[in-house]
């Protein structure tokens, strides 16, 4: 079966919006490099030394691949919001998933989703008591931390909207808290935890 060539570098399908958005389509004549966009779907900036003219030949052949497998994997899940392990689902996972079906393939298949479900609310319960009772060193320590996470990616900087800081934020200061009754404990308890109950 012939393939038919691709007449630009954008694919349609609605399903990957956040590689197309990678692709920018300025008017012909243009270089690679104004034609690729500076910040990657993850939102980390390519590097100076970045081969603008090599991943638009590669994404122009690639985002066909990527099409197929987005179509596969909306087969596959078909709206459903969990995912039954089976032999087909660890073929598709090892050749990939779809950005737009990380976040429900890696919760399902963590165990992340049944455990949520499970304990509806959990998390926020825990932020609302950790903010009440926390421990200052903890948040200090957080705070000077938190500029220094991924500088290189535009979604933690301050000046984005919206800043992913204050959600990382929140979920340190809600796990760095101990929590003997579900097992967490922070690491300075850990250090000492480990030698009294290591057989």
Known sequence: MEKKPMKENRVRSPQLRSLNSTIICP???SSARER???????GFERLEDFDYESYEELMSEYLAVLTRRSIRWSKLLQGRGRLEK?????RYVRKGV?????????M????????????????????DTTKQQHDPKLVDSIRTDLNRTVPDNVQFRKTSSPCLQKTLYNVLLAYGTPQP???????????RWVPHHHH
């Open 108 to 127: 399902s298949a963590s165990g992340a989703q049944e455990h949520l479900e499970r304990n509806p609310g959990y998390y926020h319960s825990l932020l």
């Open 86 to 90: 089976s032999i087909k689902v660890k």
């Open 181 to 191: 009754s579900c097992g967490l404990l922070s690491r300075h308890e850990l250090h």
């Open 98 to 106: 779809p950005n737009e079906h990380r976040g429900l393939i890696w």
């Open 27 to 29: 008017p012909s004549g």
């Open 36 to 42: 690729v966009h500076s910040v990657d779907p993850y």
